[in-house]
């Protein structure tokens, strides 16, 4: 029985520096704004008209 506690104690442990390592993210670190630009091709925007046979 001793091994399953601390099987269950090593694994409280690594459960707890995930989650400290998850929330000192959340914390400590911003995001960067920046602008995106997608080009699309004219072809998307203005489909040529279909042809009739």
Known sequence: ???LF????ILAVIAGMIYGGLSA?????????R??????P???LNPPPP???
């Open 1 to 3: 029985m001793p091994t």
């Open 25 to 33: 993210l959340v914390l400590l670190v911003e995001p960067r704004e």
């Open 42 to 44: 004219s072809e998307r």
């Open 6 to 9: 601390r099987f269950l104690f």
């Open 51 to 53: 042809s009739s046979p």
């Open 35 to 40: 602008d995106i630009t997608v080009r699309i």
